[in-house]
């Protein structure tokens, strides 16, 4: 059989948002000449270690508390109810519903690349890293109008914990700005290409 070397773009134009398919066309290759083997995706080299199956293992569970935690149709509404551009309300939806093409997300889909954060290198790019915990991104929380102070790292809220703390502050100046932010932090770590 004769392989061809590149994406299927009618396939994956089905499957992934147009503005997105440049990450997979420009930062994944496709390997036709290296076989298939087994790998556990998130350790660095793709080895296991002990940090990178708790890390693993804290994000699942975060996920499951976080599907868990909150009356969704209320959170739904919230977002779509925003005053931000269309896009924004998208980007928070898909940070909420744990759609958001994070490294960590796309490793655990079993795309090849390291799951580490484009900016720092330090920690997995999981949603949470991406938009608040990357220095960069706890920076820009501290100094913008919100004066948001870090999480606690020994006990970090995950996504939808957090956003539920905004939600609860009754401004809805401050739930627009903090979106538009997420957004911001989102697009910034986007230019940061994955090496
Ligand atoms: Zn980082």
């Not at 059989?1 to 440049?22: F, G, Y």
């Not at 925003?82 to 997300?105: H, M, Y």
Request: charged residues 25%; proline residues 6%.
């Amino acid at each position: 059989m004769e392989l061809n070397p590149s994406w299927d773009m009618d396939k994956l134009e089905a499957i992934v948002p147009r503005d997105e398919l440049w990450k997979f066309t420009d930062n994944f290759k496709i390997k036709p000449t290296v076989s298939d083997r087994p790998i556990w995706p998130t350790g660095k080299g793709n080895a296991f270690s002990v940090k990178s199956g708790y890390l693993l293992a804290s994000s699942l569970r975060s996920s499951h508390e976080a599907s868990t935690s909150v009356d969704d149709s209320e959170l739904w509404n919230w977002v779509w109810g925003l005053e931000v551009i269309p896009k924004v309300k998208l980007f928070l939806w898909k940070c909420l519903s744990g759609s958001l093409p994070t490294a960590q997300a796309l490793v655990s889909r079993s795309v090849e690349l390291q799951p580490w954060c484009r900016r720092c290198g330090e920690e997995m790019e999981s949603i949470e890293h991406a938009i608040r915990d990357c220095s960069w991104a706890a920076f820009l929380w501290e100094i913008s109008p919100l004066r948001l102070t870090p999480v606690n790292q020994s006990d970090p809220w995950n996504v939808k914990v957090w956003v539920e703390r905004i939600r609860s502050i009754p401004d809805k100046e401050v739930h627009n700005l903090f979106a538009s932010l997420c957004w911001a932090c989102w697009y910034a770590q986007n230019l940061c290409l994955s090496g």
